[in-house]
């Protein structure tokens, strides 16, 4: 153990790139940039690699394989990913910078320097260490976003173990079958945390979801809200009672750059939630590349990615992205509207915030919630917003730029998938010359090679709606499904051979700017949190009165899209307005409160072709009161007629209710 001012330079760490030199190139240096990755992408990626830390080297940056994903990144190349985002500031002036302004819902504040980063990071490592955790183990991360969360995933790639985070918003059930999937040995918890003015009772969530998880040992307690929560013995443990006092330094461990540095569960077409899983250099020359490409964060910035850390937008652009660039940003615990509707805007006000990195859902609630409430803030320091995860309509983008930036700040749109690791297609603010396109996310950053194809891979025409495809290997890309390996390259790789198939609907105008028109697949985007529909399905037949169910995302002027339920019960139990709510009540504590469907009504059949499939795409027409689409297929119509029936009973009921 030693208590100095942090670790000596390894020999060869170079001086990291000055945050202050300008890094987002202009036009005719993009096009350059843009056939300098694809004519030589060794040659591309150099510079940029050499800006990291890397322990030892050997070999080329990109080795080309047979299988999927078709190739390795810095294979040989040993580093740690948590050295590059924290320790390589500490021997350089970042040191004393803040490196996260954070503030709790009901207002407390601190602000974290690299340093107490520093000293956190390695307090919480040995801590794991001393309960066991080494190289290659699971954690599993179940927090409120308190900078204890950010710390959690720093410390576990330290040890070169693997983190799982599971977003605080999900259920036990939803937790349980993560943590099964990973076997977890060791699950990192608080007492609870605030949201929207109440609190939300992790422990209890945890407790209810250990009953069913054989892999985990020990569970390591943050304090937030100070409720009682019961200890069982032996296996709970308070931080505080077990850290070490004093300052402590655990030896980053290095690990091969394809060495995983996290799995992070998500929603893929059938009831099981998929383990993707991220590699450690590739990774992190990803985000420290893209943080740069699309943020161009300097020393006078404060960034705000307004993501929870449980979604990959947090995994990357809250933590990763913005440590690895050495920028200051800021994190906050609670909900938008708590107190009062202009939270935000007095965040940005007092950090002077000046890039805002959120959700169109946000904006379209914002926009609900009246101008009034940006209008009486300051919001002179923001100077580029960003957009991601669910596709953002072009008057969400024209309230934005008008009410928010003001006119003055360049909207990008990022489109990229807890798949992809970081962005893949985003406007570069720096190149100002490209005019940009409300609802357009313009072009695919150097280094990617995108294309809009139909189903037989032909390039479709300009204008036209296609299948999105990305051609050659990204640095970010993920390297597998944990514990799958069949299912890595069936769903990702088999549609296309040789390129990755993200699952989703684009087109590219006449222009080339790319327009990205949501999933191809039974994936909804609800409020940008993304949940399969048979995942739903599978919670809900686990109630003893559900016979069967078909879900479906209907459309939502301000989420995006919400779920609505079609359930068959089993004999004995009558559809009653009563046993609706149970049914969403029980996936509320199942599954957890974003999924909830909005709407659920009962039939006696479901519309299916004579394969016995569920004819979703009709039960959305159904749902969204349109002319049904084409119904040869279908087995028998009645079962559709029966449909329309319920879903406009269902509608009657709910305007009486509001009567
Ligand atoms: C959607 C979130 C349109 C898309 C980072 C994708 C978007 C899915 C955009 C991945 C965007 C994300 N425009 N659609 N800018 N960004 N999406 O894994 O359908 O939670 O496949 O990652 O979100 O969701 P995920």
């Known amino acids: 153990m030693s208590g100095g001012d942090g670790p000596d330079a390894p020999a060869g760490l170079k001086e990291a790139l000055p945050i202050s030199a300008h890094h987002s190139p202009g036009i005719t240096e993009l096009g350059a940039l843009r056939r300098r990755a694809r004519e030589d992408p060794e040659g591309f990626w150099r510079p940029l690699v050499e800006g990291l830390y890397w322990h030892e080297r050997a070999g080329p940056i990109f080795a080309p394989r047979p299988d ?19 320790d390589r500031w500490i021997a350089t002036p970042r040191r004393n910078q803040v490196a996260f302004y954070w503030e709790g ?4 504040r601190r602000a974290i320097s690299y340093f107490e980063l520093y000293r956190e990071v390695n307090r919480l490592a ?22 204890e969360a950010i710390v959690a995933l720093l410390a576990t790639v330290r040890l070169g173990a693997i983190h799982s985070v599971v977003f605080g918003g999900f259920a036990a059930q939803a937790l349980a079958d993560r943590i099964n999937d990973s076997r977890s040995r060791l699950v990192v918890t608080a007492d609870g ?21 054989p892999s985990v040992e020990r569970v390591l307690l943050f304090r937030r809200t100070g409720a009682p929560v019961p200890l069982e013995e032996g296996r709970d443990v308070w931080y505080d009672s077990v850290a070490p006092a004093g300052p402590v330094v655990v030896p980053p461990v290095w690990v091969d750059a394809t060495h995983p540095s996290f799995i992070l569960y998500t929603s893929g077409t059938t009831g099981k939630p998929k383990g993707a899983v991220h590699s450690t250099g590739g990774y992190m020359l990803w985000l420290d590349y893209t943080t740069r490409a699309v943020f161009d964060l300097h020393e006078r910035d404060v960034f705000w990615c307004t993501a929870d850390l449980g979604w990959v937008t947090g995994h990357s652009y809250v933590a990763y992205g913005p440590l690895l660039r050495g920028a200051t940003s800021l994190v906050y615990e609670g909900a938008p509207t708590t107190p009062a509707p202009d939270r935000w805007w007095k965040l940005i006000e007092h950090y002077g915030v000046s890039v805002l990195y959120t959700s169109p859902t946000a904006i379209r609630s914002f926009i609900q919630l009246g101008d009034a409430w940006p209008g009486s803030h300051d919001l002179s320091s923001l100077r580029l917003l960003g957009s991601v995860g669910e596709p953002i309509n072009p008057e969400a ?12 700040c360049p909207i990008v749109d990022t489109w990229w998938q807890t798949e992809t690791g970081g962005i893949l297609i985003s406007a570069q603010p720096g190149n100002a010359v490209t005019p940009l396109k409300p609802g357009s996310a313009c072009f695919p950053l150097p280094g990617v090679d995108a294309a809009v194809v139909d189903e037989h891979g032909r390039p479709v025409a300009p204008g036209q709606k296609g299948l999105l495809v990305i051609r050659r290997p990204w640095p970010g890309q993920f390297i597998g499904l944990w514990g799958d390996p069949e299912r890595y390259r069936s769903v990702y790789f088999d549609r296309f051979p040789g390129w990755y198939y993200p699952a989703d609907f684009a087109l590219q105008d006449r222009d080339g700017y790319y327009w990205l028109l949501g999933r191809a697949d039974e994936v909804m985007k609800i409020a940008g949190h993304r949940l399969a529909t048979a995942e739903l399905e599978d919670i809900l037949i686990m109630h003893p009165a559900v016979a069967e169910s078909a879900v479906i995302g209907r459309s939502d002027a301000i989420k995006g899209e919400v779920p609505v339920a079609c359930v068959i019960l089993r004999p004995g139990y009558a559809p009653t307005p ?12 199942s599954l957890g409160p974003i999924a909830v469907p909005a709407q659920l009504y009962f039939v006696a059949r479901l519309p299916k072709t004579r394969s016995a499939k569920i004819m979703r795409r009709l039960l959305r027409d159904v749902v969204e009161e349109r002319p049904l689409g084409d119904t040869t297929t279908l087995e ?24």
């Open 68 to 86: 999927p994903p078709y190739g390795q990144w810095l294979k040989g190349w040993t580093t740690n990913l948590c050295y590059n985002a924290v």
């Open 105 to 108: 819902e009901p207002g407390d």
């Open 126 to 147: 040995a801590t794991m260490r001393q309960l066991g955790v080494g190289v290659g183990d699971r954690v599993s991360i179940y927090l409120p976003m308190i900078p």
């Open 193 to 213: 945390g605030f949201r929207a003015g109440r609190t939300v009772e992790l422990k209890r969530i945890v407790d209810q979801a250990l009953a069913q998880t």
């Open 397 to 408: 983008w024209l309230w934005y730029d008008e009410r928010i930036g003001r006119k003055r």
């Open 578 to 589: 009563k046993l609706r709510e149970e049914l969403r009540e029980h996936v509320r504590t």
């Open 636 to 659: 028998d119509d009645t079962s559709l007629e029966e449909a329309r029936r319920a879903y406009a009973e269902l509608q009657r009921e709910i305007d009486r209710e509001r009567r």
